[in-house]
């Protein structure tokens, strides 16, 4: 899996207009990465708006490139029309995998080397490690046991491994709001959403007849 190495050292980092994303983007920035910040648009207004705002107050804050992904049709069909199927199935969809493997770490990978990054950074509790043994790039748990999402991208493959970077990996999340909150990022103490973002008020019945 081929990186070109003009584009090696150009990172864009997925930014959801939290935190975790936020803390990424500076810290590769203060390991001297040349370093862009995107956020996907996935759904029509509402909470994506206003992390569409939250994301782009932070790049321009920290001064770094700030670009919009419009992917909300490949979202549509391949993240919400898996999860409907599933769920009228009656099977139990688990959509953030999905749109891991198909929109985070495929559809925005394609818009970041269209803008000349070879790499992509994300906000995920997790890491990538190179086993020269095998010749291959592992997924391994994060730092933060209680905060791990390394289970949540069990679908990645080699290709999407070698290209990511987690720089979270390494610190617990309380480490990272002090780091945030002591670099004056807006977002330090923004509340984390626990629900499908595109069901906020949990009602999935609802928002399928809808």
């Given amino acids: 899996y081929t990186i070109d190495d ?3 050292q150009k990172i864009m980092t997925a930014m959801s207009g939290g935190v975790d994303s936020s803390a990424s983007v ?3 920035k ?4 040349d ?3 995107m956020t996907m ?3 029509e207004g ?3 708006d206003r992390d569409i705002e939250d994301a782009s107050e932070v790049a321009e804050k920290l001064g770094v490139p700030f670009f919009v992904a419009d992917i909300r049709r490949e979202f549509r069909e391949r993240v919400i029309g898996d999860f409907i199927e599933a769920y009228q199935a009656g099977s139990t969809p688990n959509p953030c995998v999905v749109c891991n493997r198909y929109i985070k770490f495929s559809e925005f990978m394609k818009y ?3 803008y000349g990054y070879g790499r992509m950074a994300t906000g995920h509790y997790a890491k990538v490690e190179y086993d020269k043994g095998s010749g291959r790039y592992l997924l391994k748990k994060a730092k933060d046991l209680n905060k791990d999402q390394s289970y949540m991208l069990y679908s990645l493959d080699q290709e999407q491994l070698a290209r990511t970077v987690f720089p979270l990996g390494d610190m617990t999340k309380a480490e990272v709001r002090a780091f945030a909150e002591e670099n ?3 977002t330090a103490h923004k509340s984390e959403s626990q629900d499908i973002c595109f069901v906020p008020d949990g009602d999935y019945a609802g928002f399928i007849r809808r």
Avoid at 30 to 33: I, L, M, V, W
């Fill in 46 to 48: 509402g909470l994506n």
């Fill in 35 to 37: 370093v862009g910040g």
């Fill in 184 to 186: 004056n990022i807006l």
């Fill in 112 to 114: 970041a080397q269209k």
């Fill in 26 to 28: 500076l810290l590769l």
């Fill in 41 to 43: 648009r996935l759904l």
């Fill in 30 to 33: 203060s390991q001297n990465y």
């Fill in 6 to 8: 003009t584009q090696n």
